[in-house]
């Protein structure tokens, strides 16, 4: 007797955990932000001469962490050397400036700029934005329906793509969505050096993280979805990491949705996780510009006085620190209902096992 009663409650707590979990599966928020994080980050910079001769006037233009983001807060900006002016551009992008006067030979220029980042993760349910622009909102967005050297919008074969995914779509979502899986079906990842327009990715059927996202732009806006690039750094940060350019320099999109703003996606890391690069922001990705072919890092054009000679320009990550804190007590109960669900059944099956063994 005993045993049936403890199988019928295992029962009825199998079946009792499982009801709030879809419940709260089911009941997702439109905007989940459901975990917050503190970077804090080193940046190396090094212009070194490994030429012959002296390189004078060299200018060197650094892009900062975007601040002001729904989903990214500058808490933080210490340069090592006090910039020679700052600069912003009609995107919102933020700059700083330095001249170095002379390099010579076999010397280098070190500049270290640490950077303390809180970021937010969001998971955005865009099924659920009925809303519709206003004419000043239009008006504010038309600048991002445009086409550019790189977002190739009224080319035939963009246009021609975009008309095809929104016939087999209901709703923005769908387009968003559908422009998505296209360019992951695709486009075939691949590094190149320089960056390709949205027209040549697609000629050539691959690209890197710009190129993926300049084709992804173009067909959005080809079917009147604004929509943009984004650059800055990508990579799942770890504390005492020490980062080269080409592990973390990288390119994804925002498209805007009305009543909710910009969405974040990610055509290239969408190519091994598709489902956790569309419409969501995490402490992986941190914002430096927007903007198509907008570096977050340059280095000019330099004077060589007494003949040729060879600048190199390095630029590292180091990450210092990094705490994270989950904001969502919803993500807790699915979670430890998940694991308590296979934790119960297990149970339940050796409590019948043992009562065959009796009998």
């Known amino acids: 007797m005993n045993r049936k009663l403890i199988a019928v409650a295992l029962i009825i707590l199998l079946i009792g955990s499982t009801i709030p979990l879809l419940f709260l599966i089911l009941n997702k928020p439109e905007v989940d932000r459901y975990e917050s994080t503190d970077l804090e980050i080193s940046i190396i910079v090094e212009v070194k001469n490994l030429g012959n001769s002296p390189a004078t006037d060299i200018p060197l233009r650094l892009a900062v962490p975007m601040d002001g983001l729904d989903h990214q807060e500058v808490i933080s900006i210490d340069p090592s050397l006090e910039p020679e002016r700052f600069s912003n551009d009609t995107w919102g992008n933020e700059f700083i400036h330095y001249t170095i006067d002379e390099l010579d030979p076999g010397t280098s220029f070190n500049l270290t700029i640490n950077v303390i980042l809180r970021l937010t993760s969001i998971d955005n349910d865009i099924s659920r934005s009925s809303g519709t622009l206003g004419p000043e909102e239009e008006a504010e967005l038309s600048r991002y329906l445009l086409d550019s050297s790189l977002i190739n919008v009224n080319d035939p074969s963009i246009v021609e793509i975009a008309r095809e995914i929104a016939k087999r779509s209901e709703d923005l979502t769908d387009i968003a969505w559908n422009t998505y899986e296209w360019v992951l079906d695709n486009i075939y990842y691949q590094q190149i050096p320089g960056e390709w327009d949205a027209v040549t990715t697609l000629r050539n059927e691959e690209g890197g993280s710009a190129e993926m996202s300049n084709l992804y732009v173009a067909l959005l806006r080809a079917n009147g979805i604004p929509a943009r690039r984004v650059s800055g750094w990508g990579n799942f940060f770890e504390v005492g990491e020490e980062l080269a350019l080409t592990r973390f320099s990288h390119g994804w999109t925002e498209f805007h949705v009305p009543d909710m703003g910009w969405v974040q996606v990610d055509p290239a890391w969408g190519k091994t996780s598709r489902f956790d690069n569309f419409a969501r922001t995490d402490a992986d990705h941190v914002v430096l510009t927007k903007g ?68």
């Open 292 to 359: 198509a072919d907008v570096k977050f890092l340059w280095r000019g054009p330099y004077s060589t006085p007494f003949g040729d000679t060879d600048v190199d320009t390095d630029y590292t990550l180091i990450v210092i620190d990094k705490d994270v804190e989950n904001l969502s007590l919803r993500r807790d109960v699915i979670k430890w209902s998940i694991l308590s669900v296979p934790l119960i059944f297990v149970v339940f099956i050796m409590v019948r096992v043992f009562k065959r063994r009796r009998i």
